[in-house]
């Protein structure tokens, strides 16, 4: 680019006018596609109510929208309870778009020795998780947070900021136990100022509703959540949006044999728990540069095959993976880049509109996503046994 095009692009003006724009163009959207929904985020808001009014937060008669997170996050979400339904829907879409670019942002940056500039790797990486996103925006749901804090953590775990590292860790947690995943690399890695820091947030924020509750009040109402988790996750583990390991396995068994489907999703827990130190131990051994950041990214994709109810959008916690894939794209072996292309094309091109309504249904239903992540596993182990990330 020129010198008076980096000038004009540079104007305060410009860059207004560009991020009106953009605004503006996003409200379409939000209009046309997503304000018909986000029942996800409705959850989030009528708890946000609620817990300013000191009331239950766990209701059976909620049905299938129970409120599954801690008390705390139905603080966070009480100032937005302060506004109209209408209107805080809008300012929550706004708010994903932010955490949305600033996780592929941030997933941009944390490529070790980056070999593609950021529109193709985060052109690419969009087109290819495309369809998560627009589900994800669409339910208005609390993932792209997750994911904007988790990849907030990786930063600064790899710069080694214990404490900023840990409280990030700790807040996701307040919304869903995914980054858990993360606690026995911590130990392995001996960041122990990481987990203590982790621990203290944590502790930190299962009290705070304690201002709303008081003591005696927060504990009952910490009981109702484990409660609720406890009985609301069963119900769900076969339904066609489901699809970690364990769902997937589930549906591929002939009849319902649960029994089954978990013993071979402990299998693979067991293998990964085993193979994961091999794979640290060799970034080490071959002095990979950068070696963390394919390791937290491994981890990242390890979220909804683990999790028991692993939505099909929940995939989309891969981005860091994708982009790391997509940054080192020059160096990927032939076989290799040629299966990461078909693997790509799948994940971003099983659409409804593509395969058809019948098609959609039965790769949905049957969990067939869980296999395309499999794939982006390898791919990660291949780039780790080859030395390029």
Known sequence: MSEEKKAFWRQPAVRIGVVLV??????????????????DFGVCYRNGQRILAGETLYRISDG???????????LFYSWLA??????????????????????FLIGWRMIPGRRKGLWFVAGLGFAVLAKLIGREIELGQVNLL?????????????????????????????????????????????????????????????????VEFGVRGNFAVLKEWAVTLSHSTPGLMAVGDNASLYAFVWKLLPGDQPGAAKAIWLAFGLAAAAGFPWMMADGRKKAVPGAEVLELSFLMVLVPFFSPLGWYYNYFYALPAVLLILGKWPDIPGAWKWLLVLDFLIIGGTLREVLGTALFRFYTHHSLIAVNFLVLLGGLIALRARKIA
């Not at 939000?30 to 986000?38: A, E, T």
């Not at 299938?64 to 139905?74: G, I, M, N, S, V």
């Not at 710069?159 to 911590?186: C, E």
């Open 146 to 210: 997750i994911i904007f804090l988790l990849m907030l953590m990786m930063a600064a775990f790899l710069k080694r900021k214990d404490a900023p590292a840990g409280a990030l860790w700790a807040v996701s947690l307040l919304f869903k136990p995914y980054a858990l995943i993360f606690l026995p690399y911590f130990v392995l890695k001996k960041r122990w100022k990481t987990l203590i820091w982790g621990g203290g947030a944590l502790l930190a924020g299962l009290a705070l509703p304690i």
């Open 82 to 103: 302060l506004m109209p339904y209408s209107i805080a829907k809008v300012v929550w879409y706004y708010l994903e778009l932010i955490f949305l670019f600033g996780g």
């Open 22 to 39: 953009l605004v503006a163009a996003f409200y379409v959207v939000y209009l046309g596609f997503v304000g018909r929904d986000m029942s």
């Open 64 to 74: 299938h929208l129970q409120f599954k997170y801690a008390p705390a996050a139905a």
